[in-house]
């Protein structure tokens, strides 16, 4: 079996547990964690992810953050300003996390306690939001389970996006192969 079987497996496995409904947000988000190398490969077969999902009777959306800063960026009044010196525009995280925010938990509202919102595209937002910040700003409206397909590490509830940031910790599950 390669990593990716052993993931949705993984995957398979928690999805068809029982879901506590009482509890709060991060005891409600779930990392899908894997190295950075099989992120193609992983977007490749999400949708096995989302029959995982399906075959377990529950909902499934997915929110895509993948184009979430380009699209963001084009409808900005600033964005000339910013791509000749970004150095000088720290308040466009800020408003570029607001609305991250906001795209996230359009998605989680839309949701009901049965239902996984599936965030893929984490990666593209190094750089410009730690995703614990976004995670944060979201969990109170997690009604089912928010799965974050995450390029990264987890290592002793250590999460370190693409191997390449200062870890935060967070209590959310972790789904490793």
Known sequence: MSKIDDLLDEYE???RRPWRKRVDGSQKVWFVVYSPNYEREIRARVEEFEMATTQAD????RCDLT???PEWMAQHEYREGYFEDPSGFDFIKE????ALADRVRSALTG???N???ALTGIGTLFGFVHVSDLIEKVESDIRGRLVVFFPGRHEQNTYRLLDARDGW???AMPIKA
């Open 169 to 171: 910790d967070y209590l």
């Open 67 to 69: 184009q979430a800063f």
């Open 58 to 61: 529950h909902g499934w959306t």
């Open 13 to 15: 496995k928690n999805v």
């Open 95 to 98: 408003d570029f996390l607001a």
């Open 111 to 113: 949701a009901d306690e």
């Open 115 to 117: 239902t996984v919102v």
